[in-house]
């Protein structure tokens, strides 16, 4: 038994001392961003809104401008990064404020679409929205600035943050455009396209570079020509895990993965709503419709993971 103790601990001891020194190699991993006491009020009226049955349109525009209120205290000085309080993840600073800037901008572009270029907060600050967007874009795309968010490479985190950087820019056309230099348009084609010409890990992956190659088809970067063999190749992916009926395999050997329930019909929808120039297959158009399969992936005490049930209740 003391034997038995003595081996678990030192395995325990040379796992931490692993974890820790690779996780020492990454970007701002000991950075801690402290939280804004503007949340503490803000947090109690969210759950007091939707702790109730059926909450209001009043109630989900009032959620939209919790999210967009961190734009006043988690954006860096520059307007490329986003990062918020917590305990860091694996892929260091620069990427996960690029994760933070790319997916809130998505809610962003969506309030200038439907609402305004502006923003009143809860906090009684006004936000830019329009500005904000334009300003972190061109300096995050700009290898010459030193907010760049670096190289997208095989494999990369940045490929699916480039996801949302181009529906943030098929949402807002000339909105943004006019707000950009020829030498940031420049800037911002020349990163997406790297996103495009990446290996990705496949699957649902094969998304984002469909999505940074419909924007790029559409701006005039690609030609129908040039985007065929990348379309074609992403699509190929897509199609060897998809099992029927608007299902995804995720090569979890047949059961189908979580980003079912919202990924694979978001960016679907996205792709033949906001691009001219992208014509998906019938297997693939179709999916969006059966979005309402997703119910199934809830119940008042149970929580789809992954092809599996965590019970929460």
């Not at 006004?126 to 670096?150: A, E, R």
């Not at 099992?243 to 995720?250: K, L, M, P, S, V």
């Amino acid at each position: 038994m003391y034997v038995a103790l003595v081996a678990i601990s030192a395995i325990a001891t040379v796992a931490f001392l692993y974890l820790f020194f690779r996780r020492g190699n990454v970007e701002g991993w000991s950075v801690r961003f402290t939280p804004s006491k503007v949340y503490e009020d803000l947090d109690a009226e969210l759950k007091k809104r939707f702790a109730q049955q059926n909450p209001s349109r009043d109630d989900y525009l009032f959620a939209a401008k919790y999210f967009l209120q961190a734009y006043t205290k988690y954006l860096s000085d520059d307007g490329a990064y986003l990062n918020y309080p917590g305990e860091p993840g694996v892929h260091g600073l620069r990427v996960e404020g690029l994760e933070g800037f790319a997916r809130l901008g998505v809610l962003a572009a969506s309030w200038i679409v439907t609402q305004s270029e502006n923003v009143s907060l809860p906090s009684g600050e006004t936000v830019d929205l329009l500005g904000v967007l334009s300003k972190g874009i061109q300096n995050g795309t700009d290898p010459s600035h030193s907010s760049f968010w670096g190289d997208i490479g095989d494999r990369d985190q940045r490929i699916v943050e480039a996801g949302d950087i181009a529906v943030i820019v098929a949402m807002l056309g000339s909105r943004l455009d006019e707000r950009f230099s020829v030498e940031g348009r420049k800037n911002l084609w020349a990163w997406l396209e790297t996103a495009v010409t990446a290996e990705n890990w496949g699957g649902n992956w094969s998304l984002f570079n469909l999505m940074c190659t419909a924007v790029l088809t559409d701006a005039g970067h690609f030609t129908q020509q040039s985007a065929k063999p990348f379309i074609e190749q992403h699509l190929d992916s897509l199609r060897s895990i998809y099992i029927g009926n608007g299902w995804f395999d995720e090569s979890l050997g047949g059961r189908p993965d979580l980003y079912n329930a919202w990924q694979f019909p978001y960016y679907i929808y996205m792709l033949q709503t906001l691009s001219r120039s992208f014509s998906p297959p019938d297997w693939l158009a179709k999916t969006p419709e059966k979005i309402s399969r997703t119910l199934v992936f809830f119940h008042p005490l149970d929580f789809h993971f992954m092809g599996g049930v965590l019970h929460i209740g």
